[in-house]
């Protein structure tokens, strides 16, 4: 089990900005690299009100055998530092 903190600052901007995706730290649970990919544009395709986040483990691919997988559980939450209850 891991929590991992990972501050996007000035959050809406990033929506404006021509940015392709934004990558969290890599950090490690288990024995293997882990990180978070944020496409902040993909969600406008779909709605304004959408974003697109993925846990990837591809960090290790080059050392992973072909047709390698793991079951990983995880949750995310977006804290809105302004007001709390619209967090979700």
Known sequence: SKKLTWKIFEFTKVFDDDCVCLYSKIF???DFSWKIIFHPKK???VNDDHLMLCLD???DSAILPN???IYAEFSLAVVNQINAEHSI
Request: aromatic share 8%; hydrophobic share 40%; no cysteine.
């Open 67 to 69: 047709g390698w997988s």
């Open 28 to 30: 490690l649970v288990g």
């Open 57 to 59: 483990a591809s960090v």
């Open 43 to 45: 969600g406008k395709e």
